[in-house]
């Protein structure tokens, strides 16, 4: 059993040596900081200004992925308003609220591309750091989100309509249950 233990704890320390080795490589030193590390991304990205852009592309890109999603289910909504439309349903309100949506996706679609598309100007200080305004890239993050949720809202009120035009009750715990029309 001790030789076991023994064992053990040589792997470990076997472990951390191998560890040390590669920070060593990676960093330099086995004794890295947090400003060391900070460094080791702004020199990877060349500076603030790039690193700025490669974490602004990520958050447009994930944007990007959630409005198409919503595009996606705008599609089969439309699809089911359209099959809805054509057994002679009324579905006049949810098309109406489908424009709504429509219009909120084009305006997150706007918002994405311009989030996408800026670039801040970058101002150097006494010292060699430079220092980014973030506040209009947050700004348009925001909106772009903001949009987004309003967007989904709006296909949400779309559903909504469908399923009363169809004589389905939704409640407020999502179950949907079919209105009885005939009398028992």
């Not at 919503?70 to 809805?84: G, S």
């Not at 890239?137 to 035009?165: H, M």
């Not at 009750?169 to 249950?177: L, R, Y």
């Amino acid at each position: 059993m001790r030789a076991d233990y023994q064992s053990r704890m040589q792997n470990a320390q076997n472990n951390e040596g191998y560890r040390n080795v590669i920070l060593e490589q990676r960093y330099g030193s086995t004794t890295t900081t947090q400003a060391d590390a900070g460094n080791h991304i702004e020199n990877r990205h060349g500076d603030a200004q790039g690193l700025f852009h490669s974490r602004r592309d990520i958050l447009a890109r994930q944007l990007q992925t959630a409005l198409n999603n919503l595009i996606e289910v705008r599609a089969r909504i439309d699809a089911r308003i359209q099959t809805e439309q054509q057994a002679g349903t009324d579905m006049s309100a949810a098309a109406s609220l489908l424009a709504t949506a429509d219009a909120s996706i084009s305006r997150a679609q706007n918002d994405i591309t311009a989030l996408a598309s800026y670039s801040p100007s970058a101002t150097s200080t006494a010292s060699a750091s430079t220092t980014i305004d973030l506040s209009t890239a947050r700004e348009l993050a925001l909106t772009a989100q903001t949009d987004i949720r309003d967007a989904q809202n709006d296909l949400r009120s779309v559903v909504l309509s469908i399923a009363e035009a169809m004589g389905t009750k939704i409640d407020g715990d999502a179950t949907a249950t079919a209105s009885s029309t005939a009398s028992e």
